[in-house]
């Protein structure tokens, strides 16, 4: 998979950008978005920039500042929960690849970062209540939609395979129309422990951004 995985980054024509988003917490957001980085950056020799852009608890900010020396020099991380995020970023003159943690509360800046990727990763909690609540995100994913390609990706975390309510929280999902990637993410200590460090195995992340990419090249 690790070399399937390299073989699509290399054939891109351009860097992978993406959102991770759900305007709710709790839900594996910042987990989600710096594993993502990671592998990006363990598959891939373009740089990173993952930019935190939640306000209210800055959890992939924090993460890289525990982690210390050994945060990979290859991801540069920002803290930028600005309304003016889309110009910071474009400031920047970053030209490889972006992750965007987003917070639960903040459509506009949501918003924001939508405009400048071309992913959506929404993580949602196997329930069927949590996947009813997926609508404000898609609400604001809509209005950037419509000048702005985007591709949107339901992500399950926290899950335990086989439970009646995660059956029922993909049926909820699948019946709106969206796309649920194949790959759910675990509730396992490997997620959990994993905060404020680097670890070596990113888990099911590499399948699921291979998932990702694979979705948009089928389009």
């Not at 306000?55 to 900010?61: H, K, L």
């Not at 003159?93 to 917070?103: F, K, N, R």
Request: aromatic share 6%; net charge negative.
């Amino acid at each position: 998979m690790s070399e399937h995985l390299k073989t699509l980054l290399a054939e891109r024509n351009e860097p992978v950008r993406l959102t991770v988003g759900y305007l709710k917490g709790g839900t594996g957001k910042s987990t989600t978005a710096t594993m993502l980085a990671m592998s990006l950056a363990q598959h891939s020799s373009e740089p990173v920039m993952l930019v935190d852009a939640d306000g209210i608890n800055g959890t992939t900010f924090e993460w890289s500042e525990l982690a210390g020396e050994d945060w990979p020099s290859q991801i540069n991380v920002q803290y930028w929960p600005s309304i003016t995020l889309a110009k910071r970023v474009r400031d920047s003159g970053h030209t490889g690849h972006l992750v965007i943690d987003t917070g639960p509360s903040d459509a506009g800046i949501l918003r924001q970062a939508l405009s400048i990727t071309d992913y959506l990763v929404t993580p949602v909690a196997a329930t069927p209540a949590e996947a009813a609540r997926v609508r404000p995100t898609l609400e604001a994913a809509a209005e950037v939609g419509i000048t702005h390609p985007l591709d949107l990706n339901v992500l399950f975390t926290r899950t335990k395979p086989g439970t009646v309510s995660l059956r029922e929280a993909k049926e909820a999902i699948a019946a709106a129309g969206l796309n649920v990637l194949p790959t759910d993410v675990p509730f396992v200590l490997l997620y959990s422990q994993a905060y404020g460090t680097v670890p070596d195995d990113l888990g099911v992340y590499p399948q699921v951004l291979t998932e990702i990419l694979e979705g948009s090249a089928d389009e």
